[in-house]
């Protein structure tokens, strides 16, 4: 499960208390925040969808990184 802020990890582990799940924080407040509820998380290295995938060992596919694709906003 990707996490993206202590809160998600709150309302995460309120509607389901004890499942055990593989777990990604975004950044180590959120770590923080799982760890808290039980969790042993991996950690993105950075803020962005390719450090969280890269925390929990995928990859993207390339199309993702190509400047024009529907999966990247224009600067």
Not at 53 to 72: D, I, Q, T, Y
């Amino acid at each position: 499960v990707f996490f993206a802020s202590p809160s998600t990890v709150r309302a995460f582990r309120g509607a389901w208390p004890t499942l055990k799940v593989e777990a990604v924080a975004i950044g180590e407040t959120t770590a923080t925040a799982c760890r808290e509820a039980g969790l042993n998380p991996r950690v993105a290295a950075a803020p962005s969808l390719e450090a969280l995938c890269a925390a929990a060992g995928l990859e993207l596919p390339p199309s993702h990184h190509e400047k024009g694709s529907e999966h990247v906003r224009p600067a």
